[in-house]
Structures are given as C-alpha cells and as structure tokens.
C-alpha cells in the first residue's frame, strides 16, 4: 500500500502543491486482496532495474513478482495501479 500511495505522491503531484489527490480502494477478492490507487497523472509507472548500490527502483518489481496480479489503467481522472495479493 505504502508503495503505491508513495509513486502517487512522488509522480502525481505538482511542483508547487505539497500534496497530490489520490483514492485507495482495498477489497476481499477470491483467493486474495484487491489494492488500487487513484491519481491524477495519465503516466503509467516505469519498470526500472534497480542497480544493486540504487536507493530506489524496487517497489513496483516487488509488487510485480508477489505471486498475484499488477497492472495500470488510464482513467478520465488519471489512473489506476493495481495489485492482487494472494492470501493462500
């Protein structure tokens, strides 16, 4: 959850607002979670290879390679991320 609401927070928000407008939407799904979070920016997430010595670059691979689903769609509003978590 943190990783998403930060890559909003971090990409989604202007230069000149302290803060960006992002929904969080989590659900009990078949056989796991349903995490979303909602922002204003139309870019989708870059999927970076983090260097062994970066700082940043690993979140969304871990997310990716959780064992369920991950995924982005542009919205009128902006987009959504997305990610399942299997709880079996």
């Known amino acids: 959850m943190s990783e998403l609401l930060t890559n909003a927070y971090k990409h989604a928000r202007r ?6 407008q992002a929904r969080l939407f989590l659900s009990r799904i078949p056989g796991g979670l349903f995490l979303c979070v909602s922002d204003p920016d139309k870019r989708h997430p870059n999927f970076v290879s983090a260097g062994q010595d970066d700082e940043g670059g690993r979140g969304v691979a871990l997310l990716r390679s959780n064992g369920g689903g991950f995924g982005c769609s542009t919205t009128s509003r902006g987009k959504d ?7 079996a």
């Open 81 to 87: 991320v997305w990610v399942t978590f299997p709880t």
């Open 15 to 20: 230069a000149h607002e302290p803060c960006v």
